[in-house]
Protein backbone atom coordinates (compact mmCIF):
# COMPACT_ATOMS: atom_id res chain seq x y z
CA UNK A 1 0.00 0.00 0.00
CA UNK A 2 1.41 3.41 -0.50
CA UNK A 3 2.80 5.45 1.78
CA UNK A 4 1.15 8.36 2.46
CA UNK A 5 2.19 11.65 4.03
CA UNK A 6 0.99 12.53 7.82
CA UNK A 7 -0.54 16.29 6.20
CA UNK A 8 -3.32 14.30 4.26
CA UNK A 9 -4.99 13.61 7.63
CA UNK A 10 -5.43 17.73 8.19
CA UNK A 11 -7.81 17.56 4.82
CA UNK A 12 -11.43 16.95 5.06
CA UNK A 13 -13.24 16.06 1.47
CA UNK A 14 -15.65 18.52 0.89
CA UNK A 15 -19.09 17.32 2.08
CA UNK A 16 -20.40 20.10 -0.35
CA UNK A 17 -18.96 17.86 -3.17
CA UNK A 18 -19.65 14.55 -1.68
CA UNK A 19 -23.49 14.89 -1.39
CA UNK A 20 -23.37 16.09 -4.97
CA UNK A 21 -21.79 12.92 -6.01
CA UNK A 22 -24.13 10.50 -3.91
CA UNK A 23 -26.94 12.79 -5.35
CA UNK A 24 -25.41 12.06 -8.81
CA UNK A 25 -24.92 8.11 -8.38
CA UNK A 26 -28.80 8.06 -7.50
CA UNK A 27 -29.46 9.83 -10.16
CA UNK A 28 -27.65 7.51 -12.54
CA UNK A 29 -29.67 4.78 -11.57
CA UNK A 30 -33.15 6.40 -12.69
CA UNK A 31 -34.50 7.90 -9.54
CA UNK A 32 -35.81 11.21 -10.39
CA UNK A 33 -33.29 13.62 -7.53
CA UNK A 34 -34.15 17.33 -7.12
CA UNK A 35 -29.57 18.46 -6.39
CA UNK A 36 -30.18 21.32 -3.84
CA UNK A 37 -26.53 20.55 -2.34
CA UNK A 38 -24.26 22.26 -5.07
CA UNK A 39 -22.98 25.30 -4.97
CA UNK A 40 -22.90 26.52 -8.69
CA UNK A 41 -25.79 29.03 -10.70
CA UNK A 42 -27.41 26.86 -12.83
CA UNK A 43 -27.02 29.71 -15.47
CA UNK A 44 -24.63 29.20 -18.43
CA UNK A 45 -22.06 31.83 -18.67
CA UNK A 46 -23.12 34.65 -20.95
CA UNK A 47 -22.58 34.88 -24.56
CA UNK A 48 -20.56 38.02 -24.88
CA UNK A 49 -18.06 36.68 -22.15
CA UNK A 50 -17.64 33.39 -24.45
CA UNK A 51 -17.11 35.01 -27.25
CA UNK A 52 -14.07 37.30 -25.47
CA UNK A 53 -12.47 33.85 -24.81
CA UNK A 54 -13.01 32.61 -28.36
CA UNK A 55 -11.51 36.31 -29.64
CA UNK A 56 -8.64 35.72 -27.04
CA UNK A 57 -7.22 32.29 -28.77
CA UNK A 58 -7.92 33.81 -32.39
CA UNK A 59 -5.40 37.03 -30.88
CA UNK A 60 -2.65 34.87 -29.36
CA UNK A 61 -3.82 34.80 -25.30
CA UNK A 62 -2.72 31.08 -25.52
CA UNK A 63 0.73 31.17 -23.80
CA UNK A 64 1.99 31.10 -20.19
CA UNK A 65 0.63 34.16 -18.21
CA UNK A 66 2.35 36.02 -15.88
CA UNK A 67 1.85 34.43 -12.07
CA UNK A 68 0.07 37.23 -11.17
CA UNK A 69 -2.10 37.94 -13.86
CA UNK A 70 -2.37 39.91 -17.26
CA UNK A 71 -2.01 43.37 -16.56
CA UNK A 72 -5.21 43.88 -18.35
CA UNK A 73 -7.19 41.59 -15.89
CA UNK A 74 -5.19 43.23 -12.80
CA UNK A 75 -6.10 46.21 -13.93
CA UNK A 76 -9.58 45.68 -14.66
CA UNK A 77 -9.62 44.76 -11.43
CA UNK A 78 -8.38 47.10 -9.76
CA UNK A 79 -10.63 49.72 -11.80
CA UNK A 80 -14.33 47.69 -10.32
CA UNK A 81 -12.55 47.79 -6.89
CA UNK A 82 -12.20 51.45 -6.85
CA UNK A 83 -15.34 52.42 -8.87
CA UNK A 84 -17.40 49.71 -7.59
CA UNK A 85 -16.36 49.36 -4.01
CA UNK A 86 -14.58 52.22 -3.34
CA UNK A 87 -11.39 50.63 -2.17
CA UNK A 88 -7.92 51.91 -2.75
CA UNK A 89 -6.12 48.99 -4.50
CA UNK A 90 -3.76 49.76 -7.93
CA UNK A 91 -3.10 46.45 -10.38
CA UNK A 92 0.20 45.83 -8.09
CA UNK A 93 -2.76 45.06 -4.98
CA UNK A 94 -4.33 42.17 -7.18
CA UNK A 95 -3.18 38.19 -8.15
CA UNK A 96 -5.42 36.61 -10.31
CA UNK A 97 -5.61 32.78 -8.95
CA UNK A 98 -7.65 29.56 -10.29
CA UNK A 99 -10.53 30.18 -8.20
CA UNK A 100 -11.30 32.06 -4.95
CA UNK A 101 -10.82 28.46 -2.80
CA UNK A 102 -6.52 29.16 -4.92
CA UNK A 103 -6.86 33.07 -3.27
CA UNK A 104 -7.94 31.95 -0.22
CA UNK A 105 -5.25 29.39 0.05
CA UNK A 106 -2.32 31.46 -1.15
CA UNK A 107 -3.38 34.15 1.80
CA UNK A 108 -3.66 31.60 4.22
CA UNK A 109 -0.14 29.95 3.41
CA UNK A 110 1.63 33.29 3.52
CA UNK A 111 0.03 34.26 6.60
CA UNK A 112 0.08 31.98 9.16
CA UNK A 113 2.14 29.93 11.47
CA UNK A 114 1.57 26.84 13.66
CA UNK A 115 -0.34 27.42 16.91
CA UNK A 116 -2.06 30.97 14.90
CA UNK A 117 -5.72 30.90 16.13
CA UNK A 118 -8.01 32.13 13.21
CA UNK A 119 -11.39 32.92 14.05
CA UNK A 120 -14.06 32.09 11.97
CA UNK A 121 -17.77 33.13 12.33
CA UNK A 122 -20.14 30.07 12.12
CA UNK A 123 -21.46 28.97 9.74
CA UNK A 124 -18.53 29.25 7.86
CA UNK A 125 -17.70 27.89 4.02
CA UNK A 126 -17.01 24.22 4.67
CA UNK A 127 -13.61 24.45 3.23
CA UNK A 128 -11.96 27.26 6.04
CA UNK A 129 -11.52 24.76 8.80
CA UNK A 130 -9.48 22.53 6.47
CA UNK A 131 -7.47 24.99 4.57
CA UNK A 132 -6.56 26.63 8.40
CA UNK A 133 -5.52 23.36 9.64
CA UNK A 134 -3.73 22.66 6.74
CA UNK A 135 -1.16 24.80 7.51
CA UNK A 136 -1.08 24.24 11.16
CA UNK A 137 -3.47 26.95 11.93
CA UNK A 138 -6.29 26.78 14.88
CA UNK A 139 -9.44 27.20 13.54
CA UNK A 140 -11.74 29.41 16.13
CA UNK A 141 -15.57 28.62 15.54
CA UNK A 142 -17.98 31.91 16.87
CA UNK A 143 -21.24 30.08 17.12
CA UNK A 144 -24.63 32.14 16.28
CA UNK A 145 -28.08 31.18 15.85
CA UNK A 146 -31.32 31.16 13.11
CA UNK A 147 -32.78 34.46 16.03
CA UNK A 148 -29.64 36.24 15.64
CA UNK A 149 -29.56 35.74 11.18
CA UNK A 150 -26.61 34.39 11.77
CA UNK A 151 -24.50 37.15 12.63
CA UNK A 152 -21.52 37.69 15.54
CA UNK A 153 -22.09 40.89 17.43
CA UNK A 154 -19.22 42.97 17.92
CA UNK A 155 -18.88 42.21 21.64
CA UNK A 156 -18.92 38.30 20.81
CA UNK A 157 -16.10 38.89 17.95
CA UNK A 158 -13.99 40.27 20.85
CA UNK A 159 -14.60 37.97 23.40
CA UNK A 160 -13.10 35.42 21.32
CA UNK A 161 -9.94 37.10 20.74
CA UNK A 162 -6.83 35.73 22.44
CA UNK A 163 -3.45 36.69 22.57
CA UNK A 164 -2.74 34.14 19.46
CA UNK A 165 -5.16 35.24 17.53
CA UNK A 166 -3.89 35.99 13.86
CA UNK A 167 -6.34 36.31 12.07
CA UNK A 168 -9.99 36.97 11.21
CA UNK A 169 -11.95 34.67 8.08
CA UNK A 170 -15.13 35.60 7.09
CA UNK A 171 -17.32 35.78 3.77
CA UNK A 172 -20.27 38.50 3.38
CA UNK A 173 -22.49 37.25 2.01
CA UNK A 174 -22.67 34.16 3.82
CA UNK A 175 -22.01 30.57 2.57
CA UNK A 176 -23.88 28.96 3.93
CA UNK A 177 -26.43 31.33 5.28
CA UNK A 178 -26.84 33.89 3.00
CA UNK A 179 -26.62 36.76 5.52
CA UNK A 180 -25.21 39.79 4.62
CA UNK A 181 -23.25 42.27 7.29
CA UNK A 182 -24.60 45.69 7.05
CA UNK A 183 -22.94 48.93 7.47
CA UNK A 184 -23.25 49.14 10.64
CA UNK A 185 -22.89 46.32 12.07
CA UNK A 186 -19.44 46.53 10.06
CA UNK A 187 -18.36 49.26 12.04
CA UNK A 188 -18.98 47.71 15.03
CA UNK A 189 -16.54 45.04 14.09
CA UNK A 190 -14.32 47.73 13.01
CA UNK A 191 -14.27 49.60 16.45
CA UNK A 192 -13.06 46.28 17.95
CA UNK A 193 -10.27 45.16 15.70
CA UNK A 194 -8.67 48.86 15.33
CA UNK A 195 -7.73 47.77 19.09
CA UNK A 196 -6.00 44.47 17.76
CA UNK A 197 -3.29 45.47 15.19
CA UNK A 198 -2.08 42.00 14.76
CA UNK A 199 -5.09 40.38 13.75
CA UNK A 200 -5.14 40.39 9.75
CA UNK A 201 -8.57 39.86 8.30
CA UNK A 202 -9.25 37.85 5.39
CA UNK A 203 -12.55 38.78 3.67
CA UNK A 204 -14.30 36.26 1.51
CA UNK A 205 -16.36 38.36 -0.86
CA UNK A 206 -17.12 36.03 -3.98
CA UNK A 207 -21.06 36.31 -3.39
CA UNK A 208 -21.08 40.08 -3.72
CA UNK A 209 -23.07 40.25 -6.81
CA UNK A 210 -26.04 37.85 -5.37
CA UNK A 211 -27.00 40.74 -2.84
CA UNK A 212 -30.60 41.24 -2.01
CA UNK A 213 -29.88 44.37 0.39
CA UNK A 214 -29.12 47.00 -1.83
CA UNK A 215 -25.37 47.84 -1.57
CA UNK A 216 -22.27 45.78 -0.69
CA UNK A 217 -20.13 47.08 2.33
CA UNK A 218 -16.40 45.67 3.38
CA UNK A 219 -14.40 46.18 5.80
CA UNK A 220 -11.73 47.08 3.01
CA UNK A 221 -13.89 50.21 2.84
CA UNK A 222 -12.24 51.46 6.18
CA UNK A 223 -9.45 53.28 5.79
CA UNK A 224 -7.85 52.21 9.42
CA UNK A 225 -7.62 48.71 8.71
CA UNK A 226 -5.97 49.15 4.90
CA UNK A 227 -2.73 47.75 5.68
CA UNK A 228 -3.91 44.39 7.42
CA UNK A 229 -7.05 43.07 5.19
CA UNK A 230 -6.97 41.39 1.85
CA UNK A 231 -10.80 40.59 0.15
CA UNK A 232 -11.28 37.25 -1.75
CA UNK A 233 -13.74 37.39 -4.57
CA UNK A 234 -13.84 35.55 -7.79
CA UNK A 235 -16.35 35.18 -10.91
CA UNK A 236 -18.00 31.83 -10.30
CA UNK A 237 -20.90 32.81 -8.52
CA UNK A 238 -21.66 36.50 -9.96
CA UNK A 239 -20.71 35.46 -13.55
CA UNK A 240 -21.86 31.46 -13.45
CA UNK A 241 -18.36 30.92 -14.24
CA UNK A 242 -17.54 28.24 -12.00
CA UNK A 243 -15.63 26.22 -14.60
CA UNK A 244 -13.17 29.03 -15.73
CA UNK A 245 -11.74 28.69 -12.36
CA UNK A 246 -11.14 32.16 -11.80
CA UNK A 247 -10.32 33.83 -8.84
CA UNK A 248 -8.29 36.96 -7.36
CA UNK A 249 -6.91 38.54 -3.60
CA UNK A 250 -6.66 42.01 -3.57
CA UNK A 251 -4.65 43.16 -0.46
CA UNK A 252 -1.01 44.96 0.50
CA UNK A 253 2.03 44.52 -1.82
CA UNK A 254 3.65 42.48 0.58
CA UNK A 255 1.44 39.99 0.78
CA UNK A 256 0.48 39.86 -3.23
CA UNK A 257 4.21 39.23 -3.86
CA UNK A 258 4.54 36.54 -0.82
CA UNK A 259 1.42 35.05 -3.02
CA UNK A 260 2.69 35.72 -6.20
CA UNK A 261 6.10 33.78 -4.99
CA UNK A 262 3.45 30.85 -3.21
CA UNK A 263 1.41 30.65 -6.76
CA UNK A 264 4.63 30.29 -8.75
CA UNK A 265 5.75 27.74 -7.24
CA UNK A 266 2.63 25.48 -7.08
CA UNK A 267 0.76 26.60 -10.29
CA UNK A 268 1.84 29.30 -12.23
CA UNK A 269 -0.58 31.76 -13.43
CA UNK A 270 -3.93 30.56 -14.02
CA UNK A 271 -5.43 30.32 -17.68
CA UNK A 272 -4.40 33.15 -20.01
CA UNK A 273 -8.25 32.74 -21.87
CA UNK A 274 -10.34 32.48 -18.75
CA UNK A 275 -8.41 35.74 -17.46
CA UNK A 276 -9.16 37.54 -21.07
CA UNK A 277 -12.90 36.18 -20.59
CA UNK A 278 -12.64 37.67 -17.29
CA UNK A 279 -11.69 41.00 -18.93
CA UNK A 280 -14.92 41.52 -20.54
CA UNK A 281 -17.46 40.56 -17.94
CA UNK A 282 -15.97 43.44 -15.73
CA UNK A 283 -15.68 45.69 -18.79
CA UNK A 284 -18.85 44.44 -20.37
CA UNK A 285 -22.42 44.92 -20.12
CA UNK A 286 -23.26 43.99 -16.26
CA UNK A 287 -27.06 43.61 -17.21
CA UNK A 288 -27.21 39.83 -16.89
CA UNK A 289 -25.58 39.98 -13.70
CA UNK A 290 -28.06 42.07 -12.48
CA UNK A 291 -31.02 39.96 -14.31
CA UNK A 292 -29.18 36.53 -12.48
CA UNK A 293 -29.19 38.01 -9.52
CA UNK A 294 -32.87 39.01 -9.87
CA UNK A 295 -34.17 35.96 -10.38
CA UNK A 296 -32.36 34.30 -7.74
CA UNK A 297 -34.15 36.67 -5.34
CA UNK A 298 -37.81 35.85 -6.54
CA UNK A 299 -36.55 31.94 -6.23
CA UNK A 300 -35.81 32.69 -2.76
CA UNK A 301 -38.88 33.96 -2.18
CA UNK A 302 -40.73 31.40 -3.38
CA UNK A 303 -38.38 28.31 -2.23
CA UNK A 304 -38.11 29.79 1.33
CA UNK A 305 -42.06 30.57 1.57
CA UNK A 306 -42.91 27.17 0.68
CA UNK A 307 -40.57 25.46 3.28
CA UNK A 308 -41.91 27.76 5.79
CA UNK A 309 -45.46 25.87 5.52
CA UNK A 310 -43.52 24.00 8.05
CA UNK A 311 -43.58 25.42 11.67
CA UNK A 312 -40.98 23.22 12.84
CA UNK A 313 -38.21 24.53 10.35
CA UNK A 314 -37.30 27.94 11.11
CA UNK A 315 -35.02 29.86 8.81
CA UNK A 316 -33.64 33.24 8.13
CA UNK A 317 -34.86 34.99 5.15
CA UNK A 318 -31.20 35.49 3.81
CA UNK A 319 -30.14 38.34 2.16
CA UNK A 320 -27.44 37.06 -0.29
CA UNK A 321 -26.23 34.14 -2.38
CA UNK A 322 -28.37 31.30 -2.83
CA UNK A 323 -28.78 29.47 -0.28
CA UNK A 324 -31.16 28.64 2.68
CA UNK A 325 -30.51 26.95 5.97
CA UNK A 326 -32.70 26.18 8.18
CA UNK A 327 -33.10 24.89 11.87
CA UNK A 328 -33.39 21.08 11.87
CA UNK A 329 -33.16 20.40 15.46
CA UNK A 330 -36.91 19.63 15.75
CA UNK A 331 -36.36 16.64 13.97
CA UNK A 332 -33.34 15.27 15.70
CA UNK A 333 -33.47 11.87 17.67
CA UNK A 334 -36.84 11.08 15.35
CA UNK A 335 -37.39 7.57 13.93
CA UNK A 336 -38.31 7.28 10.18
CA UNK A 337 -40.76 5.46 8.69
CA UNK A 338 -38.83 2.15 8.95
CA UNK A 339 -37.58 2.53 12.14
CA UNK A 340 -34.30 4.05 11.85
CA UNK A 341 -33.07 6.57 14.14
CA UNK A 342 -32.09 10.45 13.18
CA UNK A 343 -29.45 11.31 15.10
CA UNK A 344 -27.80 14.27 13.16
CA UNK A 345 -28.49 16.40 10.77
CA UNK A 346 -25.64 13.90 8.58
CA UNK A 347 -28.43 11.29 9.17
CA UNK A 348 -31.41 13.85 8.21
CA UNK A 349 -29.63 14.54 4.72
CA UNK A 350 -29.28 11.17 3.95
CA UNK A 351 -32.82 10.26 4.96
CA UNK A 352 -34.29 13.47 2.34
CA UNK A 353 -31.98 11.77 -0.51
CA UNK A 354 -33.07 8.33 0.48
CA UNK A 355 -36.98 8.99 0.99
CA UNK A 356 -37.55 11.96 -0.67
CA UNK A 357 -35.07 12.09 -3.59
CA UNK A 358 -33.78 15.86 -2.41
CA UNK A 359 -29.90 16.47 -1.94
CA UNK A 360 -28.90 19.21 1.26
CA UNK A 361 -25.75 19.50 2.93
CA UNK A 362 -25.11 18.62 6.81
CA UNK A 363 -24.56 21.82 8.75
CA UNK A 364 -22.00 19.60 10.40
CA UNK A 365 -19.72 20.93 7.44
CA UNK A 366 -20.48 24.49 8.07
CA UNK A 367 -19.80 24.29 11.58
CA UNK A 368 -23.26 24.54 12.42
CA UNK A 369 -24.92 20.79 13.46
CA UNK A 370 -28.61 21.76 13.91
CA UNK A 371 -29.02 23.03 10.65
CA UNK A 372 -28.88 21.32 6.69
CA UNK A 373 -28.24 24.13 3.62
CA UNK A 374 -30.28 23.66 0.20
CA UNK A 375 -29.27 25.57 -2.47
CA UNK A 376 -32.16 27.31 -4.81
CA UNK A 377 -29.98 27.62 -8.02
CA UNK A 378 -32.84 25.36 -9.25
CA UNK A 379 -35.90 26.21 -11.18
CA UNK A 380 -38.91 27.28 -10.01
CA UNK A 381 -40.81 24.26 -10.46
CA UNK A 382 -37.63 21.97 -8.93
CA UNK A 383 -37.80 24.14 -5.49
CA UNK A 384 -41.81 23.36 -5.26
CA UNK A 385 -41.50 20.56 -5.84
CA UNK A 386 -37.88 20.10 -3.84
CA UNK A 387 -39.82 21.95 -0.95
CA UNK A 388 -43.29 19.80 -1.02
CA UNK A 389 -40.93 16.39 -0.90
CA UNK A 390 -39.14 17.80 2.12
CA UNK A 391 -42.01 18.88 4.09
CA UNK A 392 -43.84 15.07 3.36
CA UNK A 393 -40.47 13.25 4.53
CA UNK A 394 -40.32 15.33 7.87
CA UNK A 395 -43.93 15.05 8.49
CA UNK A 396 -43.36 10.94 8.29
CA UNK A 397 -40.85 11.27 10.95
CA UNK A 398 -41.74 10.42 14.49
CA UNK A 399 -40.28 11.21 18.04
Not at 212 to 223: D, E, K, Q, R
Not at 251 to 272: F, H, N, R, W, Y
Not at 284 to 303: A, H, L, S, W, Y
Not at 351 to 375: K, M
Request: aromatic share 8%.
Amino acid sequence: MTRLSNRLSEIIESQTLAMTKRSRELKNTGVDVINLSIGEPDFNTPKHICDAASIAMENGYTHYPPVAGLPELRFAIANKLQKENGFAYNAENIIVSNGAKHSLLNAILALLNPGDEVLVPAPYWVSYPSLIQYVGGVPIGIPTSVEEDFKVSAAKLEACITPKTRMLLFSSPCNPSGSVMSEIELMAWRDVLVKYPDIFILSDEIYEKINYAGSHHSLANFPELHDRIAVVNGLSKGYAMTGWRMGYLAGPVDLIAACEKIQGLMTSGASSVSQMASVMAFNGPQNTVEEMCGIFQKRRDIFHAALCKNPYLPCNLPDGAFYLFPDISHYLNTHTPKGDKIHTADDLCLYLLDTGHVSAVSGEAFGHPSCIRFSYAASEEQLIEAADRINTALGNLRH
